[in-house]
């Protein structure tokens, strides 16, 4: 009975004296910062406009009211305009460790569902390779379809490859001109991204090539052999070249999509939105959605060519008939927050009752301490390189410490270089910008993921060195010091904090609450001997919440994508 179960116990004491619903009461509880204030608190503040009266008599008048059951509330004290519910500590204890030992990294996990998220990430262009920003977005998407299936969704990951347009055009134009039918010699998309660069400089100097453009599109769309032997091949390269960079990265998807075989039936969709007058077509022959406040949107152009919302407002359809969906997530960079307004709207326009379950989590921009990230002008900062370079500065560290074969060297430097690049960018709330600090996210000390993997390394150990196994046959009065009481409260709170976390797509939250998980560790760990405890009977209880802090930040870490490893 960890702490969620015992928010629900203060709730069901709650509601025989104050008239607010379950779901209200869950909202205003809170976990004082100065535990001596209790366990948990009711402010009494919300309560004062419906009762009119000031929140210190209510919470005394409240407190009158309760009468306590024998269990987990040991005591409730009116304070000031709170309501403070203090917990008996070993059946606190007793009842956290044995769930988390019956249910190892499972603890928290809700009930299989009967319902299905679709997670829509990272969906690049096919004319260039993957960027931080699409590490950013691989981050939140894996995370976030983490996140989800412990609350009991069916989780569909899908990708949709962006892999016709003007933008590809480009790259294709420029190998055309001066690729003299070249092969890679180097990795694949970062050949392709080349020539993407080469046209943004030769434009500049030679503006008609914006024309031969639109005009390539227009053969493209007119399925001209020639141009769409070479479309093949350039896309080939590109999407060869992802493929390595996902598996290194540690994602992978359930379906895959492209927007080449989704645009005609979104040109057949607007087309027959254009009969049914929802649309309109304006003096030069495009297809406009008027969409009031939100403007007026081409949708197809007056040559007949698509547009990228074209491809879309298929696919959003596509993918209800496929999965029926309870919930479309669309893991996309702010700057499309205006195009997923539009798409919205259209579906409702358009009559399909799903649209109400699209939702597009938007993130904001990863920047270098050098500056924004422009990958017209080749000063992209490819995820390749980004990931090769932290595995250097990992690589360093490693060969401080430990002497390894060369594979375990590579092996486990991987590992703490994609921990340090996952957890920094998780652990800033989605909607901001933030600067991304190689560096400090490599450091094996404060809030990183190096840390996090070196906190579990340290518990791992614990046990190893202990000689017996962990029990549940305690004495669980035995964990009374203040190290113990509040890890013991920590790891009571994550059924709430993975509830709270998956249901507002927001990793951040699980980072925070790692860190503090593992610097209540560590205080524990200084404060308190577990192999030279003061007596037997004390060395199983501190064992046994040592292997629960154990399960506990190694789900931690699987759900942010972070592997956990063997030495540090």
Same mark, same amino acid.
């Given at each position: 009975m960890?702490?969620?179960?015992?928010?629900e116990?203060?709730i069901?004491l709650?509601?025989?004296?104050v008239?607010?619903?379950r779901?209200d009461l869950a909202?205003l509880?809170e976990?004082?910062?100065?535990?001596?204030?209790?366990?948990?608190?009711l402010?009494c503040?919300?309560l004062s406009?419906t009762?009119k009266k000031d929140?210190k008599?209510i919470?005394?008048? /409240?407190?009158?009211?309760?009468?306590?059951p024998?269990?987990?509330?040991r005591?409730?004290?009116?304070?000031?305009?709170?309501?403070?519910?203090?917990?008996?500590?070993?059946?606190l204890?007793e009842?956290? %460790?044995?769930?988390?030992?019956?249910?190892?990294?499972g603890?928290g996990?809700?009930r299989?569902l009967?319902k299905t998220?679709v997670?829509e990430f990272?969906a690049?262009?096919t004319?260039k390779?993957?960027?931080?920003?699409?590490?950013?977005?691989?981050s939140?998407?894996e995370s976030?379809s983490?996140?989800?299936e412990t609350?009991?969704?069916?989780v569909?990951?899908?990708n949709?490859?962006n892999?016709?347009g003007v933008h590809?055009?480009?790259?294709m134009l420029a190998?055309?001109k001066w690729?003299?039918? @070249?092969?890679?010699?180097?990795?694949s998309?970062?050949?392709v991204?080349d020539?993407?660069?080469?046209?943004?400089?030769?434009a500049k100097?030679?503006p008609?090539l914006?024309?031969?453009?639109?005009e390539?599109l227009i053969?493209?769309?007119?399925?001209?052999?020639?141009?769409?032997?070479?479309?093949?091949?350039?896309n080939?390269?590109?999407?060869?070249?992802?493929?390595?960079t996902?598996?290194?990265?540690?994602v992978?998807?359930?379906?895959?999509?492209?927007?080449?075989?989704t *645009?005609?039936?979104?040109?057949?969709?607007?087309?027959?939105?254009l009969?049914?007058g929802?649309?309109?077509k304006d003096?030069?022959g495009a297809i406009?959605a008027? %969409?009031?406040e939100?403007g007026k949107?081409? +949708?197809?152009?007056?040559?007949?060519?698509s547009? *990228?919302?074209t491809?879309?407002?298929?696919l959003?359809?596509? @993918?209800?008939?496929e999965?029926?969906?309870?919930k479309s /997530?669309?893991?996309?960079a702010?700057? !499309?927050?205006?195009h997923?307004?539009?798409?919205?709207k259209?579906?409702k326009m358009?009559?399909?009752k799903f649209?109400d379950k699209? *939702?597009?989590?938007s993130y904001?921009?990863?920047?270098?301490p050098?500056g924004r990230?422009k990958?017209r002008?080749?000063s992209?900062?490819?995820?390749d390189n +980004?990931m090769?370079e932290?595995?250097?500065?990992a690589?360093?560290?490693?060969?401080?410490?430990?002497?390894?074969?060369e594979?375990?060297?590579?092996?486990?430097?991987?590992?703490?270089?994609?921990a340090a690049?996952?957890?920094?960018?998780?652990?800033?709330?989605?909607?901001?910008?933030f600067v991304?600090?190689?560096?400090?996210s /490599?450091?094996?000390?404060?809030d990183t993921g190096p840390y996090?993997?070196?906190s579990?390394v340290?518990?791992k150990k614990i046990q190893?060195?202990?000689?017996?196994?962990?029990?549940?046959? /305690?004495?669980f009065?035995?964990?009374?010091?203040?190290?113990?009481i509040?890890?013991?409260?920590?790891l009571?709170?994550f059924p709430?904090i993975l509830?709270?976390t998956a249901g507002?797509?927001?990793?951040h939250?699980?980072?925070?609450?790692?860190f503090?998980?593992?610097?209540?560790f560590? !205080?524990?760990y200084e404060g308190? !001997?577990v192999?030279?405890a003061?007596s037997?009977?004390?060395?199983k209880?501190r064992?046994?919440?040592?292997n629960?802090? *154990?399960?506990? !930040?190694?789900?931690c870490l699987?759900?942010?994508g972070i592997e956990?490893v063997?030495?540090?």
């Open positions: 960890p702490m969620k179960t015992i928010k116990e203060v069901d709650l509601t025989k004296t008239k607010l619903s779901e909202e509880l976990t004082p910062s100065d535990s001596k204030l209790g366990d948990l608190a402010p503040f919300h406009k009762l929140p008599t919470a005394s008048e /409240i407190r009158e009211k309760i009468k306590l024998k269990g987990l509330i005591e409730v004290k009116a304070t000031g305009p709170y309501l403070n519910f203090f917990f008996e500590e070993a059946k204890a009842s956290t %460790l044995k769930r988390i030992w019956k249910e190892r990294e603890y996990y809700k299989r009967n998220v997670v990272p690049p262009n004319n390779p993957l960027h931080l920003g699409h590490l950013r977005n691989m939140l998407g976030v983490r996140l989800l609350q009991g969704y069916r569909v990951r899908v949709l490859n892999d016709r590809i055009c480009k790259s190998y055309k690729g003299d039918n @070249k092969e890679p010699d180097k990795k998309d970062h050949f991204g020539f993407y660069v080469m046209f943004s400089q030769k100097e030679h008609e914006e024309r031969e453009i639109q390539m053969a493209w769309e007119a399925k001209d052999p020639e141009t769409i032997g070479l479309w093949r091949k350039m080939c390269w590109a999407l060869d070249g992802f493929n390595e996902y598996k290194r990265f540690g992978s998807f359930d379906k895959v999509y492209y927007e080449s075989r *645009y005609e039936k979104g040109k057949e969709m607007i087309l027959e939105g009969k049914k929802i649309f309109y003096e030069s406009l008027d %969409l009031g939100l949107k081409i +949708l197809l152009r007056a040559d007949g060519t547009v *990228y919302i491809q879309d407002i298929y959003a359809k596509l @993918k209800y008939d999965y029926h969906y309870e /997530i669309y893991v996309v702010s700057e !499309q927050n205006y997923f307004r539009v798409l919205f259209i579906l358009l009559g399909f649209a699209c *939702y597009h989590l904001g921009m990863v920047y270098l050098s990230m990958s002008e080749g992209v900062v490819d995820a +980004l090769d932290l595995d250097g500065m690589e360093k560290e490693v060969r401080k410490r430990h002497k390894l074969k594979t375990e060297v590579k092996n486990l430097s991987e590992k703490i270089g994609l690049l996952k957890y920094f960018l998780l652990r800033c709330s989605a909607n901001k910008d991304f600090k190689p560096e400090e /490599i450091s094996f000390e404060g996090l993997q070196y579990l340290r518990a190893q060195k202990a000689g017996t196994k962990p029990t549940v046959s /305690i004495d009065t035995l964990l009374n010091k203040p190290e113990e509040a890890l013991i409260k920590r009571g709170e709430g509830e709270k507002s797509y927001s990793p939250i699980l980072t925070e609450y790692a503090k998980l593992a610097t209540l560590s !205080q524990f308190c !001997q192999i030279a003061e037997e009977e004390l060395k209880a064992l046994l919440l040592v629960s802090y *154990y399960h506990v !930040q190694k789900s699987n759900l942010l956990e063997g030495i540090m």
